[in-house]
C-alpha cells in the first residue's frame, strides 16, 4: 500500500484558556478549524507553575468527548455526574459530553512537570444527546506494543489486532509511538479517514518537535527518524459529514441547538 503524502504543517497558535492556563491550539484555530472528526486539539506543557496551576475551573460541555492525555503531571477531574479521577503520567482521563456535564480540570505537576494533549471528538449528531460517560485509563491499562524500530502506546483503535481501552463513538485510531533513531515504522489507516500526527519530541524528518502533520485520505502513515529519535501522537478518525456549529464549550449541528445548549445550561439542566 502506499503512503500518504503530507498536505499541510501546523505551527499552532499560543493561547490561554480556563482561569489562564498557556497552551497551543493546533486544531480549532484560524490554522486549521477542525479535522472532522476532530474538533481540537491543545498541547500543554511547561515546567512553570504559573502557566498552568489555575486549572480549568468548573465549565460546561455538550456534544462531544474530550480525551486528555496525559505524557507528564497529574490531572484532577471532578464533574457533575459524580465521577473524579486522579491521572498521573502516561494516562488517560476520556470523557464523554453527550447532553451535558459540568467539569473541572485541575493539572498537578510530577518531577516540576506538566505536559499532555486534550483532543475533542465529534460525537455523530444521532448520539449528541447521550447520557454523560467518563473513563478512567489508568498507564497499566494501555497496551504497547514493542517493535525494533521503537514503541507503539494504543490509547484507542486497533493497530495490528492490538485494540486500545479507550472506547469511542466515532471510530479512531489514538497511538502515542516513540521511534528509535535511524528507525522507521508504518501505520496502517483506513482510507477515507482524516490523519494528523504530533511530533512532541524529536524529530521525525518530514516535521519536527512542536509541528502537527495532516495528511492526504490514502495510503499509510510512514515515519522515519535520523540522528534523533522521536515520540509522536497520532489520532486517525472516520470524518462524520456532518454539519457543525461551535458555541464556545459546545459543539452541535444547528445554530438552534447551540442556543438551546446555552439555554438549559443558564436554567441548570446539565
Ligand atoms: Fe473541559
Do not use: C
Request: proline fraction near 6%.
Amino acid at each position: 500500500m502506499g503512503r500518504r503524502q503530507i498536505k499541510q504543517i501546523v505551527d499552532g497558535l499560543k493561547t490561554t484558556d480556563g482561569a489562564g492556563v498557556n497552551l497551543t491550539r493546533f486544531i480549532g484555530g484560524p490554522e486549521l478549524n477542525m479535522l472532522d472528526p476532530f474538533l481540537l486539539l491543545d498541547e500543554f506543557g511547561s515546567d512553570n507553575p504559573d502557566d498552568y496551576l489555575a486549572g480549568f475551573p468548573p465549565h460546561p460541555h455538550r456534544g462531544f468527548e474530550t480525551i486528555t492525555y496525559m505524557l507528564n503531571g497529574k490531572w484532577q477531574h471532578k464533574d457533575s455526574v459524580g465521577n473524579e479521577g486522579l491521572l498521573g503520567d502516561g494516562s488517560v482521563q476520556w470523557m464523554t459530553a453527550g447532553r451535558g456535564v459540568v467539569h473541572s480540570e485541575m493539572p498537578i505537576q510530577t518531577d516540576g512537570l506538566v505536559r499532555g494533549f486534550q483532543l475533542w471528538l465529534n460525537l455523530p449528531k444521532e448520539k449528541k444527546m447521550i447520557e454523560p460517560a467518563y473513563q478512567d485509563i489508568h498507564v497499566e491499562e494501555i497496551p504497547i506494543i514493542e517493535e525494533q524500530s521503537g514503541t507503539v502506546k494504543i490509547i484507542s483503535g486497533n493497530f495490528r489486532g492490538t485494540l486500545g481501552p479507550g472506547l469511542s463513538h466515532t471510530p479512531v485510531l489514538i497511538l502515542d509511538i516513540r521511534l528509535n533513531r535511524e528507525s522507521e515504522i508504518s501505520i496502517p489507516v483506513t482510507d477515507g479517514w482524516n490523519v494528523f500526527s504530533f511530533v512532541y519530541e524529536g524529530d521525525a524528518l518530514t516535521h519536527s518537535k512542536g509541528q502537527l502533520a495532516v495528511y492526504e485520505k490514502t495510503g499509510d502513515i510512514h515515519f522515519k527518524t535520523n540522528k534523533s529519535k522521536a515520540g509522536i501522537y497520532l489520532a486517525a478518525g472516520e470524518p462524520l459529514n456532518e454539519p457543525i456549529v461551535r458555541g464556545g464549550p459546545f459543539v452541535m449541528n444547528t445554530r438552534g441547538e447551540i442556543l438551546q445548549a446555552f439555554e438549559d445550561y443558564q436554567n441548570g439542566k446539565f
